[in-house]
């Protein structure tokens, strides 16, 4: 049993890749469209074009928040907005999901929160759940990290150095 187990646990590993290459070149498109207008929309703060985006059983998680029906989330972006968002992100994976009725996709994100001069740079991940319905897709789940700068264990921010160290 556990051979058999072992060698389906391969052929899985194996397999991933090419389900990889099922992505069409049109779906692709329709993806980084949909990530471009979820960022312009959460950039304006405008909720009811982000909602327009989203499958009505929705899951969104950000650092600091969690939304599960449409108003939650358009209460979210409003507060997003009012932090003065600025932000740019790009689809760098796409892969598909349950025979192809849906597509998980990753978009690291840069951008600028002009109302917090502490932490005003900010970078992180888009990893977005796309279910089909119909002939278009729709935004199933998203979950928004930040990454955080780096810090020693006193909790000291370390200085970003391009250079390498000399000795």
Do not use: C
Not at 80 to 104: C, K, N, R, S
Not at 119 to 132: A, D, H, K
Not at 146 to 158: C, E, F
């Amino acid at each position: 049993m556990r051979l058999i187990t072992s060698i389906a646990f391969t052929a899985l590993a194996f397999a991933a890749p090419a389900h990889a290459q099922q992505i069409d070149q049109q779906t692709r498109q329709q993806v980084g469209s949909i990530v471009v207008q979820f960022v312009d929309a959460l950039n304006k703060g405008d909720g009811q074009a982000i909602a327009a985006q989203f499958s009505h059983n929705l899951i969104v998680i950000g650092p600091r928040s969690k939304a599960t029906t449409i108003a939650q989330l358009q209460d979210v972006i409003k507060a997003v907005h009012q932090q003065g968002l600025a932000i740019t992100a790009t689809v760098d994976d796409i892969e598909p999901l349950f025979g192809g009725q849906g597509i998980v996709a990753t978009a690291p994100y840069k951008g600028i929160a002009f109302n917090r001069p502490v932490r005003s740079q900010i970078e992180g991940n888009f990893l977005l759940v796309l279910e089909r319905v119909g002939d278009s897709w729709k935004i199933r789940a998203v979950v928004a990290t930040r990454s955080l700068p780096a810090t020693k264990g006193n909790g000291v921010q370390l200085a970003q150095n391009s250079e390498p160290n000399e000795r």
